[in-house]
């Protein structure tokens, strides 16, 4: 293709760039096998891509950092086919990648049945087909002369993509080039692709943000980048008006005004034999409290997610969040009960989010922009509905129990180990800290999320080690010591392994555990109604110490049962609604053993089975409950049947 006058220039000085920053301070990824990286070749990679495009470095990284903390993710796409620190999204490809692959017989190794599958991809859409949001890193090939392989491998091509469609939007949108960063907000909206105000608004919002407060951070290559702060930058927000995209309807939605947020409703529709979907009509919080937000992971593309929301024969969910731009759609209102969570008890009491992504794809990484974006929802739903920042309220979906013992086995475990709680609840505002002195009875998992990286398998292929990958976390040993057996779930009625999806034997960063015993840098917690033992030196610990209560069984009983609900007593139930079986799981908590109390709960149970409401009530029993952290799902006990006490 001709390379037009005005472009080629710019593509010539471009290589010349790369090639100097390559010769003086190989990038990382870029460089030779055994060849040294220097620690800080990334940051002049910003600097060339900034200073040669004629855009603010603190716009460039700023944008970076929304997009992917300057992380390269040696070269793999994210859950949207984003590439590199830009996330310069080349969508067709990365699905393209992904359909070979599952062509050659790979499996889903997740196996959710009720979900879309890791690949469903029959063909590869056309670019025509392709949203410009997932098609950006072929238009910064146009713009500097640079191969979509290099921008997809390269982190310095990559940077210097980025910069180019900047200064690309700062043109068309009739702006300078100018050197005051506050002068780029509408060309910082436009990069992130999205086609409405609201979004493209909160993205930039976002970006100046991360400007304001600066950041400082070492990347998952060894690299060490920093923005300084400028506290007092006001961006000139009504450049918005310049980029002539649409306004967004949020009449009907329930989100912050700090995020992109819009109504797609979830349908509420009788069909067949008295049958109907996809939800329940309620009256929360007035009929019932909302205790619990369940963070899920859509395990497919944003499109085909959309659509399975839309069918009144499918399951539902509250919010589903784009990993793109964190731009969100709420499809079922909070006073009413979505089917999500795989337990009626927890669907009753919980919103469900779901984010756009793949439990078993580690390198298929979320972006900053949706962390972010999903943790603003979660800090205004818990405002407005009293839910707690802490891991016993916000739950994964790995984190559900079973409501009875046959359900066990087939209960999900999205968004799984690469799902970053650590960071995550930094964004909450509620870090996880040590809140007691060394060597307490309470701790609080918590691993450097980088550096954490126990093998797991079956990403791809059954017993095959999947990609090494930061993980938030914990494996466990019958003994202290990785020589000892794996932990073993009897309610799973498997032999326990280093599968992504079997959670038998780990413990996931916030979780709180009584400590059982401590051998050097090992430490035991109790855990599914044994000593469960992980690795915990004292110069890398994995957990901190914390303060809490803990239960343990009423003096003279050698063992109690272990529930996956919180019913009410049989007494408690008006005529016309049936009484629901108070049906232990196969666990217990034996004599001395001690759990984490998360919350105290009564016995409750929304009736709730004909599509109209005339009949539906909520029970709520004298019989209380203390919800645990059993294993590596929460579980709840009758009160009456334990002992409180402050954790030692």
């Known amino acids: 293709m001709r390379v037009p006058a005005h472009r080629a220039s710019g593509h010539r000085r471009t290589r010349t760039v790369i090639a ?64 590199g620190p830009m996330h310069l999204t080349d969508a067709r490809t990365a699905l393209a990648g992904a359909a070979a692959h599952h062509s050659e017989g790979t499996e889903d190794a997740r196996g959710d049945s009720a979900r879309t599958p890791l690949l469903p991809t029959a063909e590869v859409p056309t670019p025509a087909e392709l949203p410009a949001r997932l ?77 304001r407060t600066g950041e400082e951070r070492t990347t998952d290559a060894g690299q060490q980048v920093a923005l300084a702060p400028q506290p007092g930058l006001a961006p000139a927000t009504a450049q918005l008006a310049e980029t002539g995209l649409r306004t967004l309807d949020t009449s009907d939605t329930e989100c912050p005004k700090s995020v992109s947020c819009e109504w797609i409703p979830a349908p509420y529709e009788e069909f067949g034999d008295n049958d109907y979907g996809n939800h329940d009509l309620g009256d929360r919080p007035a009929a019932q409290s909302i205790k619990y937000i369940v963070v899920h992971d859509t395990e497919g593309a944003w499109d085909g997610v959309l659509n399975l929301v839309q069918d009144p024969t499918y399951v539902s969910w509250n919010y589903t969040l784009r990993s793109t731009d964190g731009h969100i759609a709420q499809h079922v209102k909070a006073k009413d009960v979505a089917w999500h969570a795989g337990n009626w008890y927890i669907n009753a009491k919980s919103i469900g989010l779901e984010h756009e992504g793949f439990l078993a794809n580690p390198d298929a990484w979320y972006t900053e922009a949706m962390y972010r974006s999903s943790a603003r929802l979660v800090k205004y739903l818990a405002k407005k509905y009293g839910i707690p920042l802490d891991r016993q309220h916000i739950l994964g979906h790995d984190n559900v129990p079973g409501p009875t013992t046959s359900t066990v086995p087939g209960m999900h475990t999205d968004p799984g180990p690469y799902w970053d709680w650590r960071h995550y609840f930094a964004l909450l505002g509620h870090p996880f800290k040590a809140t007691a002195k060394k060597n307490s009875g309470v701790v609080t998992i918590r691993p450097d999320y980088a550096t954490n990286q126990p093998e797991y398998t079956g990403c791809v292929t059954k017993d095959v080690p999947c990609a090494a990958h930061g993980s938030s976390e914990v494996r466990l040993y019958s003994g202290p010591g990785e020589t000892y057996p794996l932990i073993k779930d009897i309610g799973r ?156």
């Open 493 to 648: 009625g498997t032999a326990p392994t280093t599968g992504v999806n079997d959670i038998s034997s780990r413990v996931s960063t916030g979780q709180q555990y009584a400590v059982a015993d401590r051998d050097g840098d090992w430490t035991a917690i109790w855990y599914l109604g044994q000593k469960a033992w992980f690795k915990n030196p004292a110069k890398d610990p994995t957990a901190v110490s914390a303060s809490g209560r803990v239960i343990t069984p009423k003096a003279g009983l050698q063992e109690i049962p272990v529930y996956g609900r919180a019913y009410p007593e049989a007494s408690a139930y008006p005529t016309g609604v049936p009484a629901q079986a108070v049906s232990p799981l196969p666990y217990k908590v034996l004599e001395n053993q001690k759990y984490v109390v998360g919350d105290t709960v009564p016995g409750e149970y929304y009736y709730a089975v004909t599509f109209t409401t005339d009949s539906h009530k909520v029970v709520v029993g004298k019989d209380l409950y203390y919800e645990i952290q059993y294993g590596h799902r929460v579980a709840f006990v009758r009160a009456a049947d334990v002992d409180v006490q402050p954790s030692r």
């Open 135 to 211: 098609k950006t890193l072929p238009k910064a090939a146009e713009l500097t002369g640079l191969s979509a392989r290099e921008l997809r491998t390269d982190p310095a091509a990559n940077i210097a993509g980025g910069a180019a469609l900047l200064a690309d939007a700062q043109k068309d949108l009739g702006e300078p080039l100018s050197a005051d960063p506050a002068d780029w907000y509408a060309a910082v909206a436009r990069f992130s692709g999205a086609d409405d105000t609201a979004t493209a608004s909160a993205y930039a919002d976002d970006v100046y943000d991360v400007i």
């Open 20 to 83: 100097t920053a390559a010769l003086l301070l190989p990038l990382l990824g870029a460089a030779p096998s055994g060849a040294r990286t220097s620690a800080n070749s990334l940051q002049l990679a910003f600097a060339s891509a900034a200073a040669e495009y004629h855009v603010p470095q603190s716009v460039l990284l700023g944008v970076s950092y929304l997009q992917s903390r300057w992380d390269a993710h040696a070269g793999a796409p994210s859950v949207t086919g984003g590439y």
